[in-house]
């Protein structure tokens, strides 16, 4: 198989992976992005009728005006805003193509993906978090009827459903679903439903709630999945429902073993957060760098769209201005 050899390899075709290629583009140096999935994988997995939280100016990149018919876009007004900016800049992306295994050989980096093998004086990760759920780890977690995606209503009209979760997208999932004819059970781990919900959902979620058209059980936990049941741990005791499907929309994690396999050193408290330079977005490894949610470690919501674009000038910046270039 052919080495490729490029300046600067971007894993992620992400917004924040398309940032730094845009800012590749500029600089001049040699790049590829590669992504396993589709054009924003991430995006494309959320919710067939999502809303972003962010207003459509502040997700904008490399002076491509965003414009969407409300104040906040659409999950299909981002595809199409994001799919706009890499024709563009026709940014040299990869889609379909995984990588596998990542070598550093004294400061130049082997990448075997898929289906290429490539040479880089530089990585950037910016993976997002998206593709590996948290699992809640109970028995009955690997039957058909539980998923941790969700994508539209339609399958679930009728159906006896439980929500695990109590942030953005169990409210969602919780809301949609209910309004479609669903039966809606929530299983929250806390007190109720997040504070940091979107404003503009809260009050909707609370008060179907509080009317009782969706039942949730507060500081609670889900014990046991089975094939038409469901064993809650609630404050009043052990309760089991009836249940044909179970959303978990229990969250994401970064992809720690492409950080693993590079060195980059994990702190140790609860966050598992990957060591880096926030001046820069270079990791305890020189030559690799971290941009976007990625750098949170399992803490996913410190990092967006809107925060982590200007990842990409920093790392940019960095590489040019090493001695004799990048590396």
Known sequence: MEMKKVEVLIIGGGPIGLACGIECEKAGLEYVILEKGVLTNSLFN??????????SEKLEMGDVPFMSISHKPTRPEALEYYRRVTKKWKLK??????????????????????????QAKNIIIATGFYDLPNLMKVPGEDLPKV???????WPFIG??????G????????????????????????????????KYW?????????????????TNSLVKEIRENEVVLETPEGEITLENDFVLAMTGYR??????????????????RQPCYDQTNQESNVPGVYLAGVVCGGLNTRE??????VVHAEHIIQHIKNKPNGSN
């Open 159 to 164: 159906q006896k459903i439980l929500v695990v």
């Open 303 to 308: 990092f967006f769209i809107e925060n982590s």
């Open 93 to 118: 992306v990869n889609l379909y193509e995984e990588v596998k295994e990542l070598q550093n050989n004294e400061g130049i980096f082997s990448v075997k993906t898929s289906k290429a093998s490539y």
């Open 147 to 153: 998923t941790h995606y969700y994508k539209e209503p």
């Open 254 to 271: 970064p992809n720690f073993a492409l950080l693993n396999q590079l060195g980059v050193t994990l702190s140790l408290d609860e966050k």
């Open 201 to 217: 959902v809260k009050p909707d979620i609370d008060n179907r709630i509080k009317e009782g058209s969706i039942k949730a059980f």
């Open 166 to 197: 109590a942030a953005n997208s169990a409210v969602d999932v919780a809301l949609e679903t209910w309004r479609k004819g669903a039966e809606v059970t929530m299983v929250i781990k806390g007190e109720g439903i997040e504070s940091n919900v």
């Open 46 to 55: 959320y919710p067939v009728n999502m809303t972003f939280f962010s207003t």
